[in-house]
């Protein structure tokens, strides 16, 4: 008898300790797609560009590349993993079976937290395009439905399954690549008022000072940008050889979107007429300006159009990850309501209540943001940093793995280069995360603003800390943990010697 790919993949998920509802709809293309639209380096850099260049100048387009680079080994450390583990909702089964299942908790925990504040954030930058598009004006009620409605549109695609969440994100590909390549391209031939120089020329944002903090400041277009590899491993039981497959999607959307989001970032600078006017803010948008005198009116309302089929996209992308993490989240009986968010809706085969939660939470958070000016900034500036901090208790749980004997054996490993490649991933992670909770220099803004990030994490941590000590979630499910270091598990069909994984330990 001949075994199919697909009962492969199965029976190596048996083998880890579970069965799948879900249906194995996503090829390579598919889930490349998914990631670089999570990913998105339309709606990155559109939504953060005047930000950061008022902030850093020209020469903030070289934390894109740093942020690309210091990622790219945080994919390469999240390829050996999924390769030996390709279970559903990512970084927390990986976190389980790499540790144990009270830093897979946490590390749900945080991600989910953070997941969901993208969601909202990404939602929230699409509401000032949206009424740009619709002629209307740019108030926080306009900006604030806007948002809430196109979290409900992407609830409703998301319901329509894998097939239809796979086309979708390659149509938002598509566009992105649109939006990134022939944007660029027309606005260096057409509006472009600076050499190449420029982007080594700091024009004295920095003062008297370092230009080290005007840098920093203005990192996290690139910070915001890297991340969204991961998505591609959130679907990993709906992805057909994902031991092998999955791995090249993550380095794919590394490669494809570094490049895309360096390009129209190098586009944009070179084509803003008067960087003083940034400066100065006289010119809050420079983004619009660019465009708008490169394609006219007219143009400029359909290059909106194409943005924001990537931000339809995008949030598509992100809800579809966050529903998978909580889907995995309560298959293991590890959050309140576990009965309900682990339900499926077999004829769609999704799980339509965690995708309610992914819903749910971010418009929650759109309306809460109200409180305070600058919300789409301090949105993001969160959801960033909680991203990271779930990636680095990944990457920290990999380290130690390796540390106590752990060899991957997955269809992807770095061999030899695995524990250098490990080592450096935390250490991009930690010093990454230390420029996003650094509080500004500004004496007018009050403390507890300038530390916003900082006690947005503190407070997620402290909660979900709490929680977990109080009700021993971690506790309710026999699922398998921690035995990444005792047991090795090869992927099927390769010849590595081994013990195969059956269930609990």
């Not at 927390?92 to 144990?100: D, F, I, M, N, T």
């Not at 097939?163 to 660029?184: D, Q, T």
Request: aromatic residues 12%; proline residues 5%; charged residues 10%.
């Amino acid at each position: 008898m001949t075994t199919s790919p697909l009962d492969s993949d199965d029976a190596h998920l048996a083998s880890l300790g579970y069965t799948s509802d879900f249906k194995r709809d996503m090829n390579l293309w598919g889930n490349f797609a998914l990631g670089f639209t999570y990913l998105s380096p339309v709606v990155g850099v559109y939504s953060l560009f005047g930000t950061s260049l008022a902030s850093g100048g020209p020469p903030m387009i070289w934390a894109i590349v740093l942020a690309a680079l210091g990622q790219l080994l945080v994919a390469l450390v999240f390829s050996e993993v999924v390769a030996q583990y390709p279970v559903a909702g990512g970084v927390y089964p990986w976190a389980r079976r790499l540790w144990g299942r009270k830093w897979a908790w946490m590390t749900g925990w945080v991600y989910m937290i953070a997941l969901t504040v993208t969601i909202a954030g990404v939602s929230y930058g699409a509401g000032p395009f949206v009424a740009i598009v619709l002629g209307i004006d740019e108030t926080t009620t306009v900006v604030v439905c806007c948002a809430i409605g196109l979290i409900l549109l992407t609830t409703l695609l998301n319901l329509g399954g894998t097939k239809l969440l796979a086309r979708i994100a390659f149509f938002g590909f598509a566009a992105e690549l649109v939006g990134a390549l022939v944007v660029g391209i027309w606005v260096l031939l057409t509006e472009r008022h600076h050499s190449v120089a420029a982007l080594f020329d700091t024009y004295d944002v920095q003062g008297d000072g370092s230009y080290l903090p005007a840098f920093f400041g203005a990192a996290l277009i690139g910070l915001y940008l890297f991340y969204g590899f991961e998505a591609c491993g959130d679907v990993a039981e709906e992805v057909r050889d994902p031991g092998r497959q999955i791995p090249k999607a993550m380095r794919m959307t590394i490669y494809i979107g570094g490049a895309a989001a360096f390009f129209i970032t190098f586009a944009l600078v070179l084509g803003v007429p008067s960087f003083a006017a940034v400066f100065t803010e006289q010119d809050k948008d420079p983004v619009s300006t660019v465009l708008e005198n490169a394609f006219g009116s007219v143009g400029f309302r359909v290059v909106l159009v194409i943005v924001l089929i990537s931000f339809l996209s995008c949030v598509l992308s992100l809800q579809a990850a966050a529903s998978r993490m909580i889907y995995a989240y309560a298959r293991d009986d590890m959050v309140p309501g576990s009965g309900l968010l682990k339900r499926f809706w077999q004829a769609r085969h999704v799980p339509p209540f965690a995708l309610m939660l992914a819903a749910l939470i971010p418009v929650v958070i759109i309306l809460g943001s109200q409180v305070s000016d600058d919300a789409l900034v301090r949105i993001i500036s969160f959801a960033s940093f909680g991203i990271y901090l779930a990636f680095m208790m990944v990457v920290a749980a990999a380290l130690r793995a390796r540390l106590r004997g752990w060899k991957p054996s997955g269809a992807f490993t770095l061999g030899g280069w695995g524990l250098l490649v490990t080592v450096a991933a935390l250490a991009y992670q930690l010093g990454a995360s230390l420029i996003m909770i650094w509080p500004g220099d500004d004496p007018d803004v009050p403390w507890y603003d300038t530390w916003i990030v900082a006690l947005g994490a503190a407070i997620v941590l402290g909660v979900g800390l709490v929680y977990m000590l109080v009700a021993r979630p971690y506790r309710h499910s026999d699922a398998a943990h921690g035995d990444a270091i005792n047991i090795v598990t090869p992927y099927p069909g390769d010849s590595k010697p081994g013990t195969t994984s059956t269930g609990a330990h």
